[in-house]
């Protein structure tokens, strides 16, 4: 099985023995603990791993001394708490750490972000590095194939996905079926006392259906049988789960910004099309435009997150039809991209021209994109 190295690796590494906590977010299954893993073999000699999964170590790193800590670590100056967000005041325990040892180098990971972060913010407020892992990128898969070898596969990704088991497995679908069904809100429903996984399984089905149309709460929660604000509390519980992530609309009026409709889209296509139990190429499907759009909206901001930038992202829509499916908003600059399968051409809208003469829009088809992400 291919190894596909993890762009951010570089940044964690540079980031240890710095007198901070480095704390690690990303869905289950997206290669966490392999990273870390990678990290720790570089350290074998300092090191020890410590996996939250089993009883005795949560046990053993929940409302402890810091006597009772020192002798959990042993002669160890880098320690990996992998799945952190399964001991009990984690955030506490964390604190004392960085203060009563501070040649302790700690790296915890956690698949929970609303739950991880929650515990941590305060205690750990000035004391960590934050950094984020999503399914792998395009620009890591080209790092073990030929960008002529990646547009053969185009097909299969957006149809299966870039989990890193779900690339390197013989049975793709089955191994997402296992994922969505097993890992992928088992946190929400776990920490966040949810008790109906069956309305977060037709929510998320609802928006596969939707995805790069402007979502309404109203109309989510008529479908569902369920008030706007449960819609609302959901679907916040599924992007800090890393499962969806919404744009906004842009506008340089911000009462017009404001309570306008949002898009929603999965960090993984691969898991939107187990939602809906399509796994059929695209040649025969009818929702290929709406794949292209998630595929290259969701990469751009891996791009962004591995290379630490911080961007604003919109979509821009006028009330005539006419739109500009991504923009992107770093240091006071704007940069566009408009997401067409088969286009060459392609005119941004005039409104959108006359109102924002220095915005530049990219024309992206399967033709030209890799250049925007590598």
Not at 304 to 326: M, P, S
């Amino acid at each position: 099985m291919n190894y596909y190295p993890r762009t951010i690796q570089p940044a964690i590494e540079e980031s240890l023995f710095k007198g901070k906590v480095i704390v690690l977010y990303g869905a289950r299954q997206v290669g966490k603990t392999t990273l870390i893993r990678q990290i720790q073999e570089k350290y074998a000699s300092i090191s020890r791993y410590l996996n939250c999964d089993e009883p005795d170590i949560r046990s053993a790193l929940s409302e402890r001394t810091s006597t009772e800590l020192r002798f959990l670590l042993a002669n160890n100056t880098l320690i990996f708490i992998d799945e952190a967000q399964r001991v009990r005041n984690i955030g506490l325990t964390l604190k004392l750490l960085v203060d009563t040892f501070p040649d302790i180098q700690v790296v915890a990971s956690g698949s929970s972000s609303f739950d991880l972060s929650n515990q941590i913010v305060e205690p750990l407020t000035g004391r960590k590095f934050e950094f984020h892992l999503f399914p792998l990128s395009v620009a890591e898969m080209l790092t073990q194939n030929t960008s002529m070898e990646f547009l053969r596969m185009l097909d299969h990704r957006m149809r299966f996905g870039m989990y890193p088991g779900v690339v390197s497995s013989y049975s793709p679908s089955e191994e997402l079926l296992e994922i969505s069904n097993s890992y992928l809100y088992k946190d929400v429903l776990e920490f966040q006392e949810v008790k109906n996984p069956d309305l977060l399984r037709r929510l998320l089905q609802a928006l596969a259906l939707q995805v790069g149309g402007e979502i309404s709460f109203n109309e989510l929660g008529a479908t569902l049988g369920i008030d706007k604000n449960t819609v609302a509390r959901y679907l916040s519980l599924l992007e800090q789960a890393y499962v969806i992530f919404h744009l906004t609309p842009f506008s340089r009026n911000l009462r017009k910004e404001l309570g306008k409709k949002r898009k929603f889209y999965f960090y993984d296509l691969g898991i939107r099309n187990a939602l809906i139990n399509n796994f059929n190429p695209l040649e025969i499907r009818q929702d290929t435009g709406s794949l292209w759009e998630n595929f290259f909206i969701v990469e751009r901001l891996k791009k962004a997150n591995n290379q630490r930038k911080h961007l604003n992202v919109y979509f821009w829509r006028a009330y005539d039809g006419g739109e500009v499916d991504y923009l992107e908003e770093e240091g006071g600059k704007m940069v566009g991209f408009e997401c067409k399968w088969g286009s060459e051409k392609w005119l941004p809208p005039k409104a959108f021209t006359i109102n924002y003469p220095r915005i530049e829009v990219f024309l992206v088809n399967r033709m030209n994109f890799l250049e925007h992400l590598k």
